[in-house]
T-cell receptor, first 112, second 112 residues
Framework: SQQGEEDPQALSIQEGENATMNCSYKTSINNLQWYRQNSGRGLVHLIL?????REKHSGRLRVTLDTSKKSSSLLITASRAADTASYFC????????????FGKGTTLSVSS | DVKVTQSSRYLVKRTGEKVFLECVQD?????MFWYRQDPGLGLRLIYF???????EKGDIPEGYSVSREKKERFSLILESASTNQTSMYLC???????????FGQGTRLTVV
């Protein structure tokens, strides 16, 4: 059951540009989280946005959540080569006995 | 800092072998998870545990079992390894069910 789907699958930009990734999901959520994965490594948590929040910032990251459209976006401003990684959204459902469900990810390449 | 440690970075096993993947976390987290990650499929949940000796099936439990005898340790067992279980395996833990997950570095398992 793939709850979240990221879009686009791949994104290539130049350093200094902004990168926007989108995530759509299917059922109501408790919260939505974004993670980053450098090549061949584990995932690192970036930011969590609760279902009653609409926007959240953390450094160069800005996350929005639209529960009516069941979608979220992650904006990375002023991208750097070090931002090159895969980015995943994960949804936490309201149901007991469930775990975080991840999407397939967006691969971001930032060239200098 | 939370640390989640997986016992091996790389593992090569033969078809039919019984394989144990070990995961240890040092932050007294209630919840632990096993995911597998394959190109184009993202992260898929195999099993998770919300307490010692408790386990819940994820989306793809077939061919796997788990053990959680102590709070800090969550083991994934491949009863009889098959080539279609060649994958990257990621362990994670979280304090509560819907909170931030911390990941290990991953185990890349190859079954030949």
């Amino acid at each position: 059951s793939q709850q979240g789907e990221e879009d686009p699958q791949a994104l290539s930009i130049q350093e200094g540009e902004n990168a926007t990734m989108n995530c759509s999901y299917k059922t109501s959520i408790n919260n939505l989280q974004w993670y980053r994965q450098n090549s061949g490594r584990g995932l690192v948590h970036l930011i969590l946005i609760r279902s009653n929040e609409r926007e959240k910032h953390s450094g160069r990251l800005r996350v929005t959540l639209d529960t009516s459209k069941k979608s979220s976006s992650l904006l990375i401003t002023a991208s750097r080569a070090a931002d090159t990684a895969s980015y995943f959204c994960a949804t936490a459902l309201n149901q007991a006995g469930t775990a975080l469900i991840f999407g397939k990810g967006t691969t971001l390449s930032v060239s200098s | 800092d939370v640390k989640v440690t997986q016992s091996s970075r790389y593992l090569v096993k033969r078809t039919g072998e019984k394989v144990f993947l070990e995961c240890v976390q040092d932050m007294d987290h209630e919840n632990m998870f096993w995911y597998r990650q394959d190109p184009g499929l993202g992260l898929r949940l195999i099993y998770f545990s919300y307490d010692v000796k408790m386990k819940e099936k994820g989306d793809i439990p077939e061919g796997y079992s788990v053990s959680r005898e102590k709070k800090e340790r969550f083991s994934l067992i491949l009863e009889s390894a098959s080539t279609n279980q060649t994958s990257m395996y990621l362990c994670a833990s979280s304090r509560h069910r819907n909170t931030e997950a911390f990941f290990g570095q991953g185990t890349r398992l190859t079954v030949v």
